[in-house]
């Protein structure tokens, strides 16, 4: 048994939750916290008591965290933003100082430096502290409690009482309006965001001479400018503080260090990638490659949809594949997040899904890391402090010359490819589109899915046998006499090097990685990607109806590309996550990837548009024939019309005439069958004229007569 940073326990007795904040790498003492209590403060804990109180029952591991949901609206007004980001501004330094931040005195001091530095309270800082601590350890625990006051999301108006706190020792001051705003830009644009890297200060003292002068003077031939009085400038807090509002660090290191530079020396790498790994958990690196082999659909063998991607995250310290994501899109920041969302997926289940019988021991990575490299391919135009807020996770990109740095799990790549060449038809051989070299893709007999059951079985295998020969092991590591196997590396650090791991719900952390899109409520069904999904929530507030009658309407919702089984819906009031499954007649679709999906509905596209010209001829076709008809039709009537009928009399014997219609359509009907039968069977069978011209007799049925003596004979 294991304990992970942010797993909270529960005293089934009394109801308290405890969440746990630290652990050592020697798995000794945790840090927990009562998440409840609005005085708490961290305390230790040994975790050989905590392990015997789960044994006994008296702590219970519980995944019903009341924080879970608490970003899930990300459309939040930008006030809760700004109040957000100067708490964490204040305490970010501080949090990062673990264990000793747990320790009063060191707490203590710490809080007197924010003080200090930040201008705030000491209880301030506390609350700061207790709500991160309590909440999940990461930014958005930061979020102010209240909701539904004042102008929500927008910036109020200044007025003629002056915003904000009011200075101490100097005058009143003005409001920063829109025509002040205007002049901090140009201000900042002119004398701050330029080559020449002037601070801010020498920026604020040039604003007030240009756009401030009250009057100009000579001074010993010099010329001069006299300011306005103070109660009528911005101050320079005012002035810093729209600059940061403003203009993002990356904007204005750009501007002033110049693109190149600014990419080489300011981007976000910190340390090489096998640097400062302390146990598992502490940094997993993740990449993706096209892997040499062409696949066929599964919905028609005949279709060659080319060569997957695979992407994988693998544990820098045990060497162990963390996280995997087989699918059809280039490498992209939709693919890393499929893998880094596979992190934290229950591996047991999720190889059952492809047939694929394991123990949780056998590959028991449920977690994320502590830091995550990944190639800036990956995330190019991915809002990676969706990653930084949600789950406080330090993110680094590797630079393009710098390949080394993710060297590990491109090494993995290699090793892939070279274990399940032999077995894998329509596998890529070297002399690809060579003059003369056979074309591997008529070869293509898997599926998408076979081949993902095919590479995670080849994992398993990796995890548990595959032999590191080039692992440096530690002494601690030869002195236990650690085989370097991945699963081997993996148990050992759990148990001697614990701490790193972070412990997040599955669905929390699907819910911040899947991708989004604004969906329709139909009469037919919630539509998304061409298919039709119900949820609870919609049957129950009548979506679709309400729809019909109402018109459509979008709401958005969140995907597995994976497996289009279910999407999620995201009620925006209860912050809680539904599960919508597809309607009957889109059940096709069933247990197939979003990009076989794609494939699928192309084909059909094209198959339609193909055929789409020879509709149109048997149209025109039919349209001819048509006319033809009735052309001859007209033209017959003409010719044997009496024109001396009135409309009356044409009118007046429809009756008769419908009867004579009758009668001699059915005498040529009875010449017709009569002859069939004799020439088919030599004999004659009588019928009775008189019975045919009885037209009741023939007539339909009410269909309440017809009951009534079907009835009456069942009871015979």
Not at 1 to 30: C, H, Q, S
């Amino acid at each position: 048994m294991n304990l992970f940073v942010n797993e909270i326990l529960e005293n089934p007795g009394t109801n308290e939750k405890y969440r746990i904040l630290w652990v050592d790498e020697g798995n000794i003492i945790a840090y927990l916290i009562d998440i409840n209590d609005e005085k708490a403060l961290p305390f230790v804990k040994k975790v050989s008591e905590i392990k015997e109180e789960i044994v006994s029952d008296q702590l219970n591991k519980t995944k019903n965290d009341p924080f879970l949901y608490l970003s899930a609206n990300e459309e939040l007004p930008e006030k809760y933003l700004e109040i957000r980001d100067q708490a964490w501004n204040v305490i970010k330094d501080m949090v990062n100082k673990e264990p000793k931040i747990f320790d009063k005195k060191v707490r203590s001091f710490l809080t007197n430096e924010a003080m200090k530095l930040h201008n705030v309270t000491y209880p301030a800082v506390r609350k700061y502290l207790r709500k991160y601590w309590q909440r999940g350890k990461m930014i958005n625990a930061l979020l102010p409690d209240y909701s539904n006051s004042g102008a929500k999301g927008k910036e109020r108006k200044p007025g003629e009482k002056k915003r904000g706190r009011p200075r101490k020792y100097s005058s009143k001051g003005i409001n920063v309006d829109d025509k002040v705003k205007k002049v901090f830009r140009v201000a900042l644009e002119k004398y701050y965001l330029t080559t020449d890297e002037n601070n801010l200060t020498h920026a604020y003292k040039m604003m007030i001479k240009e756009f401030y002068a009250d009057d100009v003077y000579y001074e010993n031939g010099v010329q001069k400018v006299k300011i306005k009085d103070e109660d009528k400038l911005p101050s320079i807090n005012q002035f810093k503080y729209w600059y940061e509002k403003e203009y993002s660090i990356s904007e204005a290191t750009i501007a002033r260090k110049g693109v190149v530079k600014a990419e080489k020396e300011y981007r976000a790498i910190l340390n090489n990638s096998l640097s400062e790994v302390h146990g598992p958990g502490s940094r997993f690196q993740i990449d993706a490659t096209v892997a040499d082999v062409y696949l066929i659909s599964k919905f028609n063998s005949n279709w060659i949809i080319g060569r997957p991607i695979i992407y994988i995250v693998i544990d820098v310290f045990s060497r162990m594949v963390a996280g995997i994501h087989i699918g059809l899109e280039g490498p992209s920041w939709l693919g890393a997040m499929m893998a880094l969302a596979n992190t934290v997926t229950d591996k047991q289940k999720f190889c059952a899904k492809y047939g694929i019988d394991i123990s949780k021991e056998d590959w028991p990575c449920e977690h994320l890391p502590d830091v995550l490299l990944a190639d800036r391919g990956e995330f190019e135009g991915y809002n990676v402090n969706r990653l930084i807020e949600a789950f406080n996770m330090e993110v680094e990109n590797a630079a393009p010359y710098r390949a080394d740095w993710k060297g590990i799990v491109e090494k993995h790549f290699d090793l892939i490819q070279k274990k399940v060449k032999p077995f894998l038809p329509g596998y890529v051989d070297t002399d690809f589109q060579e003059r003369g070299a056979r074309d591997y893709r008529l070869d293509a007999v898997l599926t998408l899915e076979e081949f993902t059951k095919i590479i995670l079985k080849q994992i398993v295998y990796y995890n548990k046998k595959h032999y590191l020969k080039d692992y440096i092991r530690e002494q601690d590591m030869i002195n236990d006499e650690v085989v370097p196997r991945p699963l081997d590396l993996w148990n050992w650090g759990i148990k001697n090097r614990s701490g790193k791991l972070r412990y997040h719900p599955e669905e929390l952390v699907s819910f911040h990685l899947l991708p989004r899109e604004q969906a329709t409520v139909t009469e037919k069904g919630i539509k998304l990607k061409g298919m039709y999904y119900s949820c609870e929530t919609a049957m129950k507030e009548r979506w679709f109806e309400t729809s019909r009658q109402k018109g459509s309407w979008k709401t958005p919702l969140s995907y597995d590309p994976r497996n289009m089984n279910y999407v999620f819906f995201i009620d925006q009031d209860t912050k809680q996550i539904e599960k919508c499954h597809l309607l009957p007649g889109s059940e096709r679709y069933q247990n197939t990837s979003l990009d076989e999906i794609i494939y699928l509905q192309e084909a059909e596209k094209k198959m339609f548009y193909e055929n789409q010209h020879e509709q149109l001829q048997k149209d025109i076709d039919y349209i001819t024939e048509i006319e033809k008809i009735v052309e001859e039709a007209v033209k017959r009537k003409k010719k044997t019309m009496d024109n001396s009928l009135s409309k009356l009399e044409r009118v007046s014997s429809i009756q008769e005439y419908r009867k004579q219609e009758k009668d001699h359509f059915r005498k040529e009907e009875f010449l017709k069958d009569s002859t069939n039968t004799s020439r088919h069977k030599n004999e004659v069978i009588p019928i009775n004229m008189k019975e045919l011209e009885n037209e009741e007799q023939y007539a339909r049925t009410n269909i309440r007569d017809f009951l009534k003596k079907r009835k009456e004979k069942k009871d015979e």
